[in-house]
C-alpha cells in the first residue's frame, strides 16, 4: 500500500461498496491498534447497485473514483491499491446430501468422512446451478455439516464406526464469479488495484469479534439498508454464511406511506430514542407534527418482529439447528430500539447475550478524522482494512491439469476445491463402482454389487498425494482420473438354490434329477449369464414328460404318479412316486470285477483288437469310471451325464462347498453331455 512520510506506517486503502453508498477508509496498524486518517461517503445516485451487486460498472467506478480523490486529498498522496469485500448479500447457499457406500464393513476414518463432505458441496455446487440455470461459476466460501448418517441412522460422530454406508446433509455457500468479475472490472477502471478480497461478513468478523472469540459459537448480524447478513464462528473459524432480503429499509419505507415524509425524515424518525418524549417533522406538505417513540414503535413493530425472526430462523439453519451461544449485531439497522431484544426473545437467549457492537469493540480502533466517530456503521468499513494484514481471504490460482484455475482462499483449500472449480464430478475423483447386477429368485429380489474401481491418482508439484490435501497458490495439480471397477457377473450355477437336486421314486428306484430354473420363462443352464432384472425361478417340481427325457426313456401304457393315472403334464414333486410296467437296469460292479466281461457273449473284439461292450437290439452297454471307480450301465440305447449319479451315490442333497464341479475327461461336463464307453468322471465340491 502507499508508503507515506507524514504516517509512521504504509496506508491500507479499503472500500466498502454497499446497495446505498460506498465508504473509503485509509489507515494503517501498529502496537496501539489501528488508526484511522481519512475517511469518505458517496452516496449513489442511481440504482447503480441492486442487493449488493453491481448492475452499472461504469457508474460505480466514477464513485469509487470521486471517493478515492477525496481520500487522496485528505492524505495528501495518491492511492493505487485497494482492499474490497463481496456483499454477504450476493452469497448462495445450499444443502447438499453426501453419500459413500462401501462394498464391505468398513471402519470409517477421518479420509473417508471428508471425502464424504465434499461429496456434500459438490450436490450443494450442482443444485445451486440447477436452482439458478446458469453456467456461471461459483466458489465455495465455507461449509457446515448439519448432520451425519450411518446406516441410514443420525449419529454425532462417524469417526471410527463401522458402516456400510455413511452420509451427511451438508449446507455450503458459494460466491458467483459474476459478482467478484463485476467488482475487479469496477475497481480497475476507477484506476486501482485490488490487493484483497474479502467477505463482508469476515470483514465485520474482524472487528465485532476478536480472535479469542471466535472459538465460541457465535453468530454475527450485519443489518443494513436492504438485506442483514449473517455469519456464525465456532471452533476458530466461520462455520456458514446467510442473508435474508430484509432489513432497515422496509421499516423506513413504512413510516415514509404512514406519515408522508421523504426518505430522510422517515430515517431519522426510525431512530428516534425512547429516551426522548417526542420529537417535531414535517411531512410533504409542509404541516408540523408531533410524534413520541411510542407511536413510532407501535407503527414499526410487526416488521421488527418480523425481520428478527427470519434472522433467528437463518441463524439455526447455519448452525445445524442449534442455538448458538450469543449474537453481535453491526450495521446501521441494527441500531433500531428494540432490535436486539426482538432477536433474544426470538432465540430464545438472555437480552444481554444479544448486543449491538459498536463503540465497545473499536477499543484498538483509533479515529483521526474529524466528526467521524466510532459507530456501528464503520464496523464492516474498518474491517476490511483490517483484513489485509491477515491476507488469507483473497482468491488464489492454481494450476489444474495444465488449466488455470482461480480459487476463493478460505484458508482450507484442498485439491478437491480446485477439482471442482475445473468441473471435475466425483466419478471422475472418487473410485466408480462398477454396474450393479439385480434379479429376482423365486419373486424375491437380489442383487450383487459392481466391483470397485480405482481412485484417482493426484500429484501436486510432482509429488503424489490424495484428494483432501492442502493447496497453495500456483500450486501445479495434476489429476488422472478414477477408474470404474468390473461389472458384476453372476450364472446360473452359482445361484445356491440351483444347485440342489430333487429325488423322485421311480419305479423303486430313488432317481436324483438336478432342478430345473427358468428365466424369464425359458429354460436355462447352468452356465447362463445372469442378466439385470431377469427373473429367475428355480422350480421345485418336474413335469413327467421332463423326467422321462431326463431320463432318456419312453413308458409305454399307464404312467402311475402316487398310484394315479397321469400324464406327460403332470408335475411331481420331492419323493413323489414314479411307476410304469418297464424297468431300469442299472448295474453297479464290484471293483475288483469292474470291466470285465460276465459272459463271452457280452464282449466283442472291435478294430484294433479293443473290446468293445457287446450291444443286444436297441439297448447297449457302457462301462465308465466315476471318482476313480468303475461302473457299468446298461439297457439304453444312450446315456447322458446325470445318470452316473443314480449309481455312484453322489451326495448331492446338501451344499458341501461353494460350488459342484463336474469333469467329463477333465473338461467342464453339463448335465445331459452324452456318455460313452471309456469315459472318464469326476465329481467333487469346490471348497
Request: negative net charge; glycine residues 8%.
Amino acid at each position: 500500500m502507499s508508503a507515506l512520510t507524514k504516517y509512521p506506517q504504509p496506508l491500507v486503502f479499503g472500500l466498502d461498496i454497499g446497495t446505498r453508498s460506498i465508504v473509503g477508509t485509509v489507515g494503517y496498524q501498529d502496537v496501539e491498534g489501528f488508526h484511522v486518517v481519512a475517511q469518505s461517503v458517496k452516496l449513489h445516485e442511481t440504482r447503480a447497485m441492486v442487493d449488493g451487486q453491481i448492475h452499472d460498472i461504469g457508474t460505480v467506478a466514477e464513485e469509487i473514483a470521486s471517493v478515492k480523490s477525496e481520500l487522496e486529498l485528505q492524505i495528501g498522496r495518491n492511492l493505487t491499491e485497494v482492499c474490497i469485500a463481496a456483499a454477504g448479500r450476493v452469497l448462495r447457499t445450499a444443502v447438499g446430501v453426501g453419500e459413500y457406500e462401501f462394498h464391505d464393513q468398513t471402519v470409517v476414518n477421518l479420509e473417508y468422512i471428508h471425502s464424504l463432505e465434499m461429496l456434500g458441496v459438490e450436490r450443494a455446487h450442482e443444485q445451486i446451478v440447477a436452482e439458478l440455470g446458469t453456467e456461471e461459476r461459483y466458489y465455495c466460501v465455507g461449509y457446515t455439516v448439519i448432520k451425519y448418517y450411518m446406516n441410514g441412522y443420525e449419529i454425532s460422530n462417524l469417526e471410527g464406526h463401522k458402516a456400510r454406508r455413511i452420509s451427511g446433509d451438508v449446507l455450503a455457500t458459494f460466491l458467483p464469479e459474476e459478482v467478484v468479475d463485476s467488482l475487479y472490472a469496477a475497481v480497475e477502471q476507477a484506476g486501482l488495484t485490488v490487493s484483497n478480497l474479502t467477505l463482508e461478513p469476515i470483514a465485520a468478523m474482524h472487528v465485532a469479534i476478536p480472535q479469542n472469540y471466535r472459538l465460541l459459537n457465535i453468530a454475527l448480524v450485519d443489518v443494513g439498508a436492504g438485506t442483514s447478513d449473517i455469519c456464525v464462528t465456532k471452533d476458530g473459524s466461520v462455520i456458514g454464511y446467510g442473508m435474508i432480503p430484509s432489513a432497515g429499509d422496509e421499516i423506513t419505507e413504512r413510516i415514509v406511506k404512514e406519515f408522508l415524509v421523504d426518505f430522510n425524515t422517515a430515517e431519522k424518525i426510525k431512530m428516534i430514542s425512547p429516551k426522548r418524549k417526542s420529537m417535531t417533522y414535517k411531512d410533504i406538505m409542509g404541516i408540523s407534527h408531533k410524534i413520541t417513540p411510542a407511536e413510532v414503535y407501535a407503527l414499526t413493530g410487526d416488521i421488527v418482529l418480523e425481520i428478527t425472526k427470519s434472522v433467528a430462523e437463518k441463524i439455526l439453519e447455519l448452525n445445524a439447528g442449534k442455538p448458538v451461544s450469543a449474537v453481535f449485531v453491526v450495521g446501521g439497522g441494527g441500531k433500531l430500539p428494540g432490535f436486539t431484544e426482538a432477536l433474544a426473545r426470538q432465540l430464545k437467549l438472555p437480552e444481554e447475550r444479544v448486543a449491538l457492537r459498536g463503540e465497545e469493540v473499536m477499543q484498538d480502533i483509533h479515529i483521526h478524522v474529524p466528526d467521524v466517530k466510532k459507530d456501528p456503521l464503520l464496523v464492516t468499513p474498518i474491517g476490511i482494512c483490517l483484513n489485509y494484514y491477515d491476507q488469507k481471504n483473497h482468491f488464489i490460482f492454481v494450476l489444474v491439469n495444465e488449466e488455470r484455475i482461480k480459487l476463493y482462499n478460505n484458508d482450507h483449500l484442498t485439491v478437491f476445491d480446485a477439482a471442482m472449480q475445473l468441473g471435475l464430478k466425483n466419478e471422475a475423483i472418487f473410485p466408480k463402482r462398477g454396474r450393479d447386477l439385480h434379479y429376482t429368485v423365486n419373486g424375491k429380489s437380489r442383487f450383487l454389487r459392481g466391483h470397485q474401481g480405482d481412485a484417482a491418482v493426484i500429484s501436486v508439484n510432482e509429488h503424489e498425494t490424495s484428494i483432501n490435501a492442502p493447496i497453495e497458490a500456483n500450486d501445479r495439480i495434476v489429476i488422472q482420473e478414477s477408474t470404474r471397477g468390473e461389472h458384476a457377473e453372476l450364472t446360473l450355477g452359482q445361484i445356491p438354490e440351483f444347485t440342489n437336486t430333487i429325488s423322485f421314486q421311480v419305479n423303486q428306484v430313488m432317481v436324483q434329477c438336478p432342478k430345473f430354473a427358468s428365466v424369464n420363462g425359458h429354460l436355462e443352464s447352468e452356465f447362463y449369464q445372469v442378466q439385470d432384472q431377469d427373473d429367475i425361478q428355480i422350480l421345485n417340481y418336474y413335469t413327467l414328460d421332463q423326467l422321462f427325457t431326463f431320463m432318456d426313456v419312453k413308458p409305454e401304457g399307464t404312467v402311475l404318479v402316487n398310484n394315479e393315472a397321469a400324464d406327460g403334464t403332470t408335475k411331481i414333486y420331492e419323493n413323489f412316486k414314479v411307476s410304469w410296467q418297464e424297468q431300469l437296469a442299472y448295474k453297479d460292479l464290484p471293483e475288483e470285477t469292474a470291466g470285465e466281461p460276465d459272459s463271452p457273449e457280452e464282449e466283442k473284439e472291435g478294430p484294433g483288437g479293443k473290446t468293445e461292450p457287446a450291444e443286444s437290439g436297441n439297448s447297449r452297454t457302457i462301462v465308465v469310471t466315476a471318482n476313480e471307480k468303475t461302473y457299468t450301465l446298461s439297457g439304453k440305447d444312450r446315456y447322458v451325464f446325470v445318470e452316473i449319479f443314480d449309481i455312484m451315490h453322489f451326495d448331492t442333497s446338501r451344499m458341501q462347498g461353494s460350488e459342484l464341479v463336474m469333469l467329463l475327461n477333465d473338461q467342464k461336463a453339463e448335465h445331459f453331455d452324452e456318455l460313452k464307453n471309456g469315459d472318464n468322471i469326476k465329481i467333487f465340491w469346490r471348497s
